[in-house]
């Protein structure tokens, strides 16, 4: 092996990769139309904000205070009701999942009121956590918008010594695909970095091409480069494809520039290809390498970095492996480039613990691929 | 004894199929420790409660009101620590580098003010990068302020009336209890997927494919020598699961495993059914992983587990009905949580009958034309 840079077979060993990549059908399928699907499910399926859900109601009271309260429910933009007589009918739609909570306006309801009371029970599917507490939240929110209502008609209402003045900064809306669209795009870069690498080179490997490759007399340093070109081209391609679909198609703002988040993109493709390289150069069989680049990169990216789950809130030995995690560091800095605007004292932190994953990552690459060969 | 029942060819080929996969070690390796690794570490991250929260205050107030406030906020659970804030500045500064996710404003009147009876007003700002998360944590701040809004308010008869609330199946709504069942269709799936769908691609890539072939086997036999292995993997996975929930996680399960197995292989055949039909289309192991990838995904996401489906716009609740992990899910969470009887269980169970039908009749169709 000699380690004289030659610009042309340099250039000639890309466009060999370059080739090799664009002739594989299923480069396509992971680089564009997988995106495609991923940022279509994180920006319609995943629906995290609340959502009109259908409750069981149960009057067990005549008055005239249960049935003005019932209405409230009915005609509640939250709520669809089915109207029953008794829990017992409607216990069985809970367990079945076909309703998520039950409301209970129990006997002596109007009684309570007109002495300046009135319980309601709010019964709801634990099963589901979120959906319960936003039941629970939102049953009570209309009973006291109904309570208040009925107060202001008897001009006893005053507003409460202390208010909050919530501002959400950046998303006004509380629109959740606004940071979910642009953490996708860690997800696809991930796929692409990664995933895509580690599979497509451990199969060089499986089939002892690459052998053949390190038999010629390319540098080391020549041949992991043209092996990472094509790919971190490939992964600019399809985060700027998730960027413009995230702004045209999905309306999420862009409120940085172009340019911070191209060398965003770029850094962190450094560490992830590296990770691919790395774990094909170890594990040299396809079926391994998938298994370990899924687990290694795929699922912590979706859920230890940031991007679905609050970090804060995992058990300490937990958080401590988010640490770990490349997409930790990228995941702040997509959200904010998008929705809140180019923020470099953020960024540089962020993009300076990425540079030096990916100097590991690369460095046990070389080593790893050294031994092996010897 | 189930040799005899079965033939000396189908146990054959099934043990044939099982050395394919369990021969080489580390792919054994991989095939029991990324689920357990998934349940361990994915069952404790995947929470959607936002607790240990940081909190910027800028208290230009300083008076017994303000106070007040910021010591319960303190002394709440879900924070973890409390950040001085000096200026404006300071407080854009705090939220823009996400070093706190929320920060209050206490205005230099404020005391003065609720004192008064004029009505105080709590600025607070929130991270919306992290939206979700911010609106917990504002529904946080807002039942402080309003408790102490409420001691103020004693002399005034307190807002009529109140609802008592009661988490069924779940009452201390503890979301480990979400995930831990929906966890089992997740992986159970994810392990079983993976090994069907390498199954026909391998024999192609190796060149095996037409050694089978001119087998005396026959296609009905090659198609249940290559699914039992996967569904064994995946039932094999539950299992284990259930055998680790009790002695880690502590999740009950109230419902009947004579419900919870049958389910279970139900749904592990109609998702190795669309997993042979990627092995029969795919041409090297690659797309089949590819194709894998590209079902698991989606599935997982539209099963419920990610998100509620009925969050979703109707026409993908109407796709959803056709993934086996969407019904599954519901059987899961019913007979862990809710004991669910016989006959919701079958409700749920049918659906994954007919998919299983369409795509193992799909993927021997497909098997046979090749095979021509």
Redo the contacts between chains.
């Keep these: 092996m000699t380690d004289v840079f030659r610009p042309r077979r340099f250039a000639a060993m890309l466009v060999k990769e370059s080739l090799q990549i664009a002739r594989d059908?299923?480069t396509f399928?992971?680089a564009f139309?997988?995106p495609m699907?991923?940022l279509f499910?994180?920006g319609?399926?995943?629906?995290?904000?609340t959502?009109?859900?259908?409750i069981g109601l149960v009057i067990t009271d005549h008055s005239e205070a249960a049935h003005s309260l019932a209405g409230s429910y009915q005609t509640s933009k939250w709520f669809d009701v089915v109207t029953t007589g008794a829990v017992s009918q409607l216990s069985?739609d809970?367990?079945?999942?076909r309703i998520?909570g039950i409301v209970v306006i129990p006997d002596g309801f109007g009684r309570?009121?007109a002495q300046?009371?009135?319980?309601?029970?709010?019964?709801?599917?634990?099963?589901?956590?979120?959906?319960?507490?936003f039941i629970?939240?939102y049953?009570?929110g209309v009973?006291?918008t109904w309570?208040?209502a009925r107060?202001g008609d008897r001009g006893?209402a005053?507003?409460?010594?202390?208010?909050?003045?919530?501002?959400?900064?950046?998303?006004?809306e509380?629109?959740?695909r606004?940071?979910l669209v642009p953490g996708s795009i860690a997800v696809v870069m991930t796929m692409v970095g990664t995933?895509l690498t580690a599979?497509?080179i451990a199969?060089e490997w499986e089939r002892g091409t690459m052998e053949a490759i390190m038999a010629t007399p390319l540098g080391m340093a020549e041949f992991i480069a043209t092996k990472v070109v094509p790919y971190f081209l490939l992964g600019l391609g399809s985060m700027t494809l998730c960027a413009v679909l995230a702004v045209t198609v999905f309306g999420v703002p862009f409120r940085g520039s172009p340019l911070a988040l191209v060398v965003i993109a770029s850094v962190f493709l450094f560490p992830a290809l590296g990770q691919g390289l790395l774990i094909s150069a170890l594990?040299k069989?396809?079926?391994?390498a998938?298994?370990?680049a899924?687990?290694s990169a795929f699922?912590p990216t979706l859920?230890?970095s940031?991007f679905?789950?609050?970090i804060?809130?995992?058990?300490v030995p937990?958080q401590a492996?988010t640490y770990l995690v490349p997409s930790r560091y990228l995941i702040?800095q997509l959200?904010?480039v998008f929705?809140?605007g180019d923020?470099w004292?953020?960024f540089v932190p962020d993009m300076a613990v990425l540079l030096g994953f990916g100097v590991v990552f690369f460095v046990l690459t070389v080593r790893a691929t050294r031994r092996r060969i010897a | 004894m189930i040799a005899a029942l079965l033939g000396p060819r189908l146990v054959a080929i099934i043990v044939k199929e099982f050395w394919a996969v369990l021969r080489d070690p580390r792919a054994r390796l991989s095939l029991i420790m990324p689920p357990l690794i998934q349940l361990l570490v994915f069952g404790y991250a995947s929470t959607m409660e936002v607790k240990h929260v940081t909190l910027g205050v800028l208290d230009r107030d300083g008076g017994y009101w303000s106070h007040e406030i910021i010591q319960r906020l303190a002394g709440s659970p879900n924070v973890q620590r409390i950040v001085r804030l000096d200026s404006d500045a300071d407080l854009v500064r705090a939220i823009d580098s996400q070093q706190v996710i929320a920060a209050l404003r206490f205005d230099a009147r404020f005391s003065a003010d609720v004192s008064a009876g004029r009505g105080g007003v709590v600025g607070a700002a929130y991270d919306g990068r992290k939206v979700n998360a911010a609106q917990i944590v504002g529904g946080y701040v807002d039942r402080i302020v309003g408790d102490v809004s409420d001691t103020i308010a004693v002399a005034q008869p307190p807002a009529p009336g109140n609802s008592s609330v009661t988490y069924w199946f779940n009452p201390n709504l503890d979301y480990l209890w979400f995930t831990i069942p929906s966890l089992v269709v997740v992986i159970s799936l994810v392990s079983a997927t993976s090994v069907v769908s390498q199954s026909v691609a391998r024999e192609k890539e190796l060149g095996t494919f037409d050694q089978l072939m001119v087998s005396p086997f026959r296609v009905w036999e090659i198609l249940v020598g290559k699914m039992v292995p996967p569904v064994t993997i995946g039932v094999a996975n539950a299992t284990l699961f259930l055998v680790i929930n009790p002695l880690v996680f502590g999740v009950p399960f109230h419902g009947a495993l004579l419900l919870f197995y049958p389910a279970l292989i139900l749904f592990l055949l109609s998702m190795t059914g669309i997993g042979m039909l990627i092995s029969v289309i795919a041409q090297t192991q690659q797309q089949a992983f590819l194709g894998m990838f590209a079902l698991t995904v989606p599935v997982t996401l539209l099963s419920g587990y990610a998100a509620p489906i009925a969050n979703m716009p109707p026409f993908l609740q109407v796709i959803a009905q056709a993934n086996p992990a969407k019904h599954f899910f519901i059987v899961s969470e019913g007979l862990f949580l809710k004991g669910m009887p016989a006959a919701d269980v079958f409700a749920n169970t049918w659906p994954m009958v007919v998919i299983a039908t369409v795509t193992i009749g799909a993927a021997s169709a497909l098997f046979r034309s090749r095979l021509e």
């Design positions: 059908p299923s399928l992971i139309a997988l699907l991923l499910l994180f319609y399926g995943i629906n995290l904000d959502a009109r859900s259908r069985g809970l367990v079945g999942g998520s309570q009121v300046g009371g009135g319980t309601i029970q709010v019964l709801t599917d634990g099963a589901a956590p979120n959906t319960a507490n629970a939240a049953a009570e009973r006291a309570a208040a107060a006893t005053k507003p409460p010594p202390i208010q909050t003045d919530p501002r959400y900064w950046f998303d006004p509380l629109k959740s606004y940071n995933l599979l497509v199969r594990t069989n396809q079926f391994v998938s298994q370990v899924l687990l699922l859920l230890l940031g679905l789950f609050e804060s809130s995992m058990p937990i492996i702040p959200q904010t929705i809140a923020d004292g953020l």
